[in-house]
Each structure stands twice: as C-alpha cells, then as structure tokens.
C-alpha cells in the first residue's frame, strides 16, 4: 500500500481579539474580586489586620480605585454588594495623611471617575481633598536622590486630580512637574534610567513610568508616543512567559500584570507596535497571572519572595494593584476593540535582541528567546543582587529575590555580622561593565573590580571577561578572571548556580567538583516565581589567573502520549535524572499552552491521541508543530489494531509528514514503514530495539506452575503452548487452533485467546478464551507456559511485543517464517514455518532439548534488549529533534 495524502490547511486557532480580551480582563477580576470579599474582605470591608500585618490606608485607596475601575467597566455589583454604595464608607474610613504618592492619585481619579466630589456626602469632600494632596511627595520632588523620577508623573497626576475635583484651573506646580516629565521622555532610545545616585535603572520602570504617564499623554507630546514605540519594539522581542521585564526590582507577578498593560496600550494607540502579538501575548499571560491569586488574594509570597518592600505586609494591595492594572488595560482595549490578536503560539516566538539602553553603550541587556533556552542577561548596575549581571529567565535561570549572587564569580568575605548570624555582603563584577559585545548568539563582557552589590567601587582589584553563548539547548560561559593579588582575596571564589522547582537543569563547571546542595524550603532560597530547592556550587581556587568554562543545559521536556504505560515506564524510568518526562494529555483547548513548556512529543499510537479521523489529526498536528514542538513517532504498527481504514491510513500519513524522528523497531519494520508512507523530507529513520519485558517479570518471579494451574483451574500436562496477547487480524489464530487439534501428542494443552471468527473444535487439549486479561494475570500465566507460538503473517505488521514477553520471561517462542523473528531472536526462537501441516509437525517433534535450547539462548540474547542503552539511544533521537527548534 502506498499512500499520496497531504495536509489540509486547518483554520486558525487560538485568537482573541481587544474586545474579547478586554471582556475577558473584566469578568475574570470582577470573579477574582468575589473570591477576595468572600477570603479576605466581607462586604469589602478590610479588616484591620491580615496574617500579622497591620491592612494600611494604602490597601483602602487601592480597593477603592479597583471597585471605581470596575464600575467603569460596567461591574455595578460584585459578591451581592453594590459597588457605588460601597466606595463612600472606605473613603470615611481613610486617614488622609497617611495617604502618598500613588495612593493619593488613585483616591482623586476614583473619585472623578464616580462624578467628582458632588458623588460623595459634603462631609467627606475634605477628607478627599487632603488625601489626594500628596504633600510629601511633591515636597521631595527637588531632591533626586531621595526620591525615584517616575515619582514626577506620580505628582503630576495627583496636582491635576486636585484641580479636577476642585475645579480650579491647573496649580503652576503642575506645569513644573509636566515640563520634567516631558523631559524624562527624551532618551533617543526612548529607555529611562530609573535610578537615583549613581545607580543604572534600567527595569521594569522604563516601561511602567509610560504606563504611569498615559492618563497625562494629551499634556506631553509626541516624545511619550515615541519613545514607548521604542521601547515595546525593544520588548516585543525581550518579553518572556514569564514577564516583559525578568531582571531588577518589582519583576514576577508585576512583570507579568505590565505585560499585559503594555498589550492593551499597543492595541489602544498608535505605537507602531506588533498589535497582534502584544494580543496574543496578554492572553497568554492572563492565564499564567490568574493562578498566582487562589482564592482572590495574591500567592507572591508564598513559596515564592516578592521584594522586601512589596513584603507580606503588603499582600491585600499588591492584589489590589494588579486587579487595577488588568481594569485599566481593559479600559485602554476597549478603545479599539476589533484588533484581532495572533494565533497563542505567536505569543513568544523564538528571537535574540540586544538593546543598549543609552549612549554610554556599557548598559545593555542581551535578550535570547527559543523554545527550551529563553534568558535575559542585563548589564546594569543598582542596589541588589537583583541587578547583578547574570541570566535571568523565570522558572530556569533565577536569582534569589535580593539574595545570593548566582551564575556569577563571587567573592565571599569571610566573618559574621555580630550577633546577626549573617554573611558579609558578597562581593559582584563591579558595577557597569567597561565593554560589552554583542554578535549572533554571543555576550562578551569585561568588568572591573570586585564589589558589594550597589556599589561601584571595587574592594577587589581585578577583571572579569565572560563570554555568553548559545550552543544548541545549553547556554556556555567561559570566564577569564585576572586579580592583582590573588592571595590577598578576603574568602572564597565561588560560582552557584540556582535549580528552580519546576525546570530541572545539568550543571556543568570545568573548574573542578560540583556540590549540589538541598535548598528547598529555604526562604532565602526563593526567587520572585517560586522555589530553588538545588543550588549547584564549585569552589575556585584563586590565582592570578582563573580560566573555566560552566555550563547550563535544561533538562529535555518529553511529552508521551502514552504516559504510565508499561512501554513508557521501562522507557523513561532509566532516563529520570535526565529527562522530565510527563503526559500529553489530550488534544483540546489547552494543548497549545501545554505544549508552550515541551520540547519533545513523543508518539506512540496516534489513535489513542489524535483517533483517526484526518481532518482532525491535520488540526493537532498543526497546533503541536506552531508550538515549535519536535515530534519523535516510535511507529509500533504499520495501522492502528482495530481501525484498519482508509481515515485510519490517512491520518498515520499526515504522522509520517509531519514527524521529526520515526523509531523503527527493526530494520524489517523500518523497510515495511518506509515503502508504505510518504515521510517528510526532514524525518529522520532510527532502527532501535523494543525493549524486553523482564523487569514485569520481576513481580512474579516467585509464582510457581503450580501455582497458575490451581488458579487458573488448568489441569496439569506435559506441553503447555498458548498464544498470549489481544486477538488481532495479523495473529493466524485458526491455524494455531487447527494444528494443536491434529496434533498426535496426547500431553498437549493449548491456551489462546479468540474472537468470534475462530472456529473452536471440541478437544478438551484446548482452552478457548473470550475477554480481557487482568495484567497481573497476563505475567503469571507466562510462569506455567512451556512455549509461546507466534503466528504472525510475513506482511502488514513491523513488530509484536509478545516477541518481548518471551525475551523477558525467558519462555520459548514457537514463530512464523515473518523476517522479524529472524532479527529479533536470530536463531534463539522455535520455527515452524507457515501452514498448519508446519506447525503440527513442530508441535509432534518438539522435545525437551529443543525447548531448553531455545530458552537458554533466549536469555542470552536478552541484553541486546535492555532498557537502559534503549533508553540512551532513544534520548539521542529525542535531543537531536528537540535541537532543531532550539
């Protein structure tokens, strides 16, 4: 049979568009916000305290610029509480002096958004008034280095609310400010510095002060419009499932929440933005930020570490702040809502960028985007570890939240701090590097001096030059580092590297042994996503010159379709410090973002993933391969056992097409294979050996004849043969049947499974069976079976694991003239031939020696079919198709 079948284009699938996902932003906070009420605020009256932690005026100003938002959107009632009815006790509730900076602008723009001051009783007008007068903040704005620049656009939008709700015409302070703001909009790479001192900033703020700015755009001018258009071509291209920012303070959900915001801005203005993939993204990203809110109440404290200022204690208004976030980027979608977004899997397509943040060209960040290797490696310089310069990429390469420096050289003063029980400040590369070089898939970074983090000045005098590059699936770094006086360091040079929880990863370092070291549980030990429960460390010995190289690999995620199968465990259990190895689930809804974090699918029998209808197997398969996901096809039949269709052969066409790698069991499948589809000019062919099922032998090893005999009610006799395994079209069993029934032998009992095609004669030598076998009783019949015959026809098959059963069990196979058998058990199986006069002729001559024989070889022939190099040979089919979309 030959087959000339092609896939159909499917639609596509897994597109939203603004309307839609602004529609989608609503109705999942407001359901989040019924959850909060119910969890954490009865009747959205907050209470006074939260897990220890005194609930502050700015949780109120939050919660009541949330449920104004909400109203906006068209929420008028949430948990049966009336939201408009609600917002006038938590303003009474507020003490207006406790209320700054950002808070001050959301009680004003709440209350305008409601109808201004008249919405309220006269008797909380003052109230009002004096909270959104935000006078220390405008008070410090002249001293830039006590207080951030986006605090510019924060004062701003305070002094302009104030005028609003009194009606007064614009304070002079406000032209003051907005000309400041203007001029934060000037950078010609339209990135800001952040930073205060001599700090370098360049984070999450540069976005999120355009963000801050937007309701003032009418007041600014072209710059904020063109500069964000810089930064969001820059960030299309940096972003990561992850967040748009990975590195700096305020990451991790935050990131996540402007992601989004930037999304709805692309869509909403005219930015000159990839509108559909800022869409595709922001959905993407919604359905990883809802589940860091069980129960309505943000989890970034929880097995993960927010930053110290965003602490537990702050755990209701960092809700609350998100929430306000999602509400306004549905209010900023709605202005153009028929933007119609890329399918998902656009969301985060592979790219490199390298962005140098401003003319000095020493800060930079060096973005790496790929299917199982994505990173962000800034160079910039601020007041933690959080902006020392190494990789950054949520779930893989993490940094611990404000903690030890990872994947870097570092030095380690030796001491305690008092009483304090803690280590002195380590020492980091110094600062903003003095070069930084950028080619296709290479960094190389020169810094000098060692320093505490946030300082500038070295307290070690030396150089650092790394090279960063991308080979394959790993990111490699070869470190050069030279010290004046190496003996004189002030403790131990070290380099770490952080495992996060859910992406295990093989750390290699050349400089010597690799200590792997039990984090989890470990508070210091968190990162802004989640657990590091492995920190890989080497010691380095100092001299004037240190040269090693260390090397990360993520580990290879392997979807199998036939997860938990007998075939899948033997498979995978040798490969489980090498491999994550999980399900594929089905194919429906959620497939695409499944496969967003696997590297392989692994198919077995596509009628049990896909079934066997074309259409819908070209519709799967398009979906896995938009995902950049490899497929690796271990071909066990030529057609599915019981759909053998004309659908059934097209639908294993468009597997053939489409399959990256194909793993023949045999060489004699593998011609069958190749000379009935059409493969894919890419697939690769592989002959790698079915494995035996010796280790399900294990399990009743001590059962005895005996023992089968008396459960299975079979009398005892000389010769027991049986046919094992589900009846198939393939297995002659009539002729088996008929053999055994003109048999001369008086000792024989035959055991066989049938379906109604089988004609049964009356012989008492034969025990005909109808049904499904329990597995356990599947292994310990083989305990009582002096011979397996397997009479399977020389075409339309490419292999049988029953061959693997005898291997295992180490029971004789009586065999067919199939050519499989003689690449399989090359001479260590029974043959009989093909008709039935063969194998009754077997049958009456077979003795004793022949059957120990053929036992004997059998167990020698074994290891041929070990799991384990089958495993290891497997794991190089998977890798090399993986690699083609690294």
């Not at 755009?217 to 748009?244: C, F, I, M, Y």
């Not at 537990?312 to 208004?317: E, S, V, Y």
């Not at 075939?567 to 489980?576: F, K, M, N, V």
Request: hydrophobic share 40%; glycine share 8%; net charge negative.
């Amino acid at each position: 049979m030959s087959l000339d079948l092609r896939m159909p284009e499917p639609p596509l699938s897994g597109t939203t568009n603004a309307g839609e996902l602004a529609n989608r932003l609503v109705s999942t906070t407001a359901e989040k916000m019924a959850e909060f009420e119910q969890n954490a605020a009865p009747g959205f009256k907050l209470p006074s305290l939260y897990a220890g932690h005194p609930v502050l005026d700015d949780t109120t100003a939050d919660l009541l610029y949330v449920l104004g938002l909400l109203v906006e959107c068209g929420v008028d009632e949430v948990a049966g509480c009336d939201l408009q009815d609600r917002i006038p006790p938590l303003v009474a509730s507020l003490d207006p002096s406790a209320v700054e900076g950002f808070y001050s602008y959301r009680v004003g723009e709440t209350v305008l958004r409601l109808g201004g001051l008249d919405a309220l009783p006269a008797e909380l007008h003052h109230t009002v008034l004096d909270a959104v007068h935000s006078k220390e903040i405008i008070a410090r704005l002249d001293d830039t280095d006590a207080i951030p620049p986006n605090f510019a656009v924060v004062a701003a939008r305070c002094l302009r609310a104030l005028a609003r709700l009194r009606g007064d015409d614009e304070p002079a302070e406000l032209s003051r400010l907005l000309e400041r703001v203007r001029s934060m909009f000037t950078s010609p790479t339209g990135w800001l510095n952040d930073g205060m001192g001599d700090w370098v900033h360049y984070d999450i703020y540069t976005p999120d002060m355009y963000l801050f700015a937007e309701p003032l755009v009418d007041l600014l001018g072209p710059r904020w419009a063109d500069g964000l258009s810089l930064v969001l071509r820059d960030l299309d291209e940096v972003a990561q499932p992850g967040g748009t920012i990975v590195w700096g303070r305020s990451i991790g959900a935050l990131g996540m929440a402007i992601t989004i915001e930037l999304a709805a801005i692309a869509a909403g203005r005219d930015l000159r933005a990839p509108q559909d993939r800022w869409l595709a993204r922001a959905d993407a990203t919604l359905d990883d930020l809802l589940e860091w809110f069980p129960g309505g109440v943000i989890a970034a404290h929880q097995y993960r570490a927010a930053m110290f200022y965003r602490g537990p204690a702050r755990r209701l208004q960092m809700t609350l702040d998100i929430y306000g976030k999602l509400l306004l980027s549905a209010l900023e979608l709605r202005r153009r809502p028929e933007i119609v977004g890329a399918p998902s899997t656009d969301a985060f397509l592979p790219a490199e960028r390298f962005v140098r943040f401003d003319d000095s060209e020493r800060a930079t960040v060096w973005s790496y985007r790929s299917k199982s290797l994505s990173f962000a490696l800034p160079t910039v310089f601020g007041f933690s570890a959080d902006y020392a310069p190494s990789p950054r990429g949520p779930v893989l390469l993490e940094q611990p939240t404000s903690g030890h420096p990872v994947m870097l050289p570092v030095i380690t003063p030796r001491g305690r701090d008092d009483m304090a029980g803690t280590s002195y400040a380590p020492l980091v590369p110094a600062g903003l590097p003095t070069s930084v070089e950028h080619s296709p898939g290479t960094v190389t970074t020169i810094h000098n001096g060692w320093a505490p983090a946030g300082s500038s000045e070295a307290t070690v005098a030396g150089t650092r030059t790394a090279t960063y590059q991308v080979k394959g699936r790993s990111l490699v770094v070869s470190e050069q580092l030279r010290f004046d006086d190496p003996n004189g360091l002030p403790g131990p040079l070290t380099i770490s590297v952080a495992e996060s929880e859910s992406r295990p990863i093989d750390v290699e370092i050349d400089s010597g042994p690799l200590q792997v070291v039990d984090t989890a549980g470990i508070a210091e030990w968190r990162s802004f996503w989640g657990e590091l429960p492995r920190v890989y460390q080497a010691e380095l010995e100092p001299a004037a010159a240190v040269n090693f190289t260390w090397k990360i690999t993520p580990r290879l995620r392997v979807a199998s379709t036939i997860h938990g199968h007998p075939y899948d465990r033997s498979l995978y259990d040798p490969l489980a410090n090498r491999v994550v190895a999980t399900g594929a689930g089905i194919p429906d809804d959620k497939l695409v973002r499944r496969l967003r974090d696997i590297d392989v699918l692994h198919m077995a029998w596509p009628e049990w993933w896909s079934g066997v209808d074309p259409q819908r197997t070209a519709e799967v398969l398009a979906q896995v391969k938009a995902t950049g996901t490899a497929i690796v096809w271990t071909q066990h039949n030529l057609l599915p056992h019981f759909f053998k269709t004309d659908e059934a052969a097209a639908s294993y066409q468009l597997w053939a097409e489409a399959a990256d790698a194909v793993i023949h069991h045999s060489a004699v499948g593998r011609d069958v294979a190749l000379a009935t589809y059409n493969y894919g000019s890419h697939t690769e062919h592989q002959v790698i050996p079915h494995g035996h099922w010796g280790r399900e032998y294990v399990a009743v090893a001590n059962t005895t004849r005996e023992d089968v005999e008396l459960s299975e009610g079979w009398a005892p006799c000389g010769l027991r043969v049986a046919v094992i395994g589900t009846p198939r079209v393939e297995k002659d069993l009539q002729l088996v049947v008929d053999a055994v029934a003109a048999c001369r032998r008086d000792d024989i009992q035959l055991v066989i499974r049938v379906d109604l095609s089988v004609a049964v004669p009356d012989d008492p030598r034969i025990i005909a069976e109808h049904g499904h076998l329990d597995f356990n009783q599947y292994l310990r019949r083989m305990k009582a079976f002096d011979a397996v015959i397997l009479p399977f026809a020389p075409s339309g098959m490419l292999t049988t694991g029953t061959a693997f059963d005898c291997l295992g069990a180490g029971v004789p196979a009586i065999t067919s003239d199939w050519d499989f058998f003689d690449e399989t058990f090359e001479g260590a199986d029974i043959r009989y031939g093909s008709t039935v006069e063969d194998l009754t002729r077997c049958l009456d001559e077979l003795a004793p020696k022949n059957l120990e024989r053929s036992r004997q070889a059998l167990i020698e022939r074994r290891p041929a079919f070990d799991w384990e190099p089958i495993a290891d040979r497997t794991l190089a089919v998977l890798e090399a198709a993986a690699l083609r979309y690294a």
